[in-house]
């Protein structure tokens, strides 16, 4: 149950230039959320969140996501220890993206054990194969 | 017309640490991509891309995304000539989301006027109010 409560969202110039959180959320009630290291400025994963991820994050200043596999509230770090202790809360011009500046507890945010969910880059300015899929370079 | 091939996703070892790109789309074809600026390393934008804009993006090195407001492919800077010249190009662990890094022509990312689109804050520690929506503070 949440006591959350967001603007409306009926006058565009005020979503996009007021001063009332109005989010938007998609038919699942969830909206994007993307994290980054407050030390070292990376992106460190992109996740959603529902009206009451919103509330937990900023009633604890921890990060609380939505996991949209285990369908429930998803407290980062409850299990590993590396909890994400929130530095900066920020919404976009419309309203339907959220960023979070964290201090990443552990220092390794994604679970196949790199500091950044976004370990392996893909190579730009080449022609893309009609036959191979564009190959990915870990470089973490 | 694309030509760009993807790896299959069945295996999620493979996706999750394999070096072949397999993004997985929503059904609506689409994949978040959250963009930072190569200079200030601020978030700049959240959009989303199709596999067209994708094949566009990996090709000519500038950003192209797919509106969903317009429905069509998203050539950012075609219109305004605030073109984003691609620096990286990543995807997270699960290939469920994309990260560009981009040099910002112009210096504005956001059509209100501001570098970033996240331009206010939201904040954190507190409790939340039951009757007024979080107050977001603009500070770029």
Redesign the interface.
């Known amino acids: 149950m949440t006591?959350?409560?967001?603007?409306d969202r009926a006058d565009r110039k005020t979503v996009?230039?007021?001063?009332?959180?109005?989010p938007k959320f998609d038919d699942q009630g969830l909206i994007?959320v993307?994290t980054?290291c407050a030390t070292t400025?990376r992106?460190l994963?992109?996740a959603w969140m529902n009206a009451e991820a919103i509330?937990r994050?900023?009633?604890?200043?921890e990060a609380h996501y939505f996991s949209r596999s285990r369908q429930e509230l998803w407290h980062k770090g409850a299990t590993s220890g590396e909890f994400q202790l929130?530095k900066?809360?920020?919404?976009?011009?419309?309203q339907?993206?959220l960023?979070l500046v964290v201090e990443q507890k552990g220092g390794k945010c994604?679970?196949?054990g790199?500091p950044s969910?976004?370990?392996?880059?893909?190579?730009?300015?080449?022609?893309?194969?009609?036959?191979?899929?564009?190959?990915?370079?870990?470089d973490d």
């Open positions: 006591k959350i409560q967001f603007a996009e230039t007021g001063d009332a959180f109005a994007p993307v980054t400025g992106v994963m992109q509330e994050t900023i009633e604890t200043g929130v900066e809360f920020r919404t976009d011009c419309d339907d993206a960023w994604c679970h196949v790199h969910c976004f370990y392996r880059s893909i190579t730009v300015n080449i022609p893309v194969s009609d036959t191979e899929p564009p190959k990915l370079n870990t």
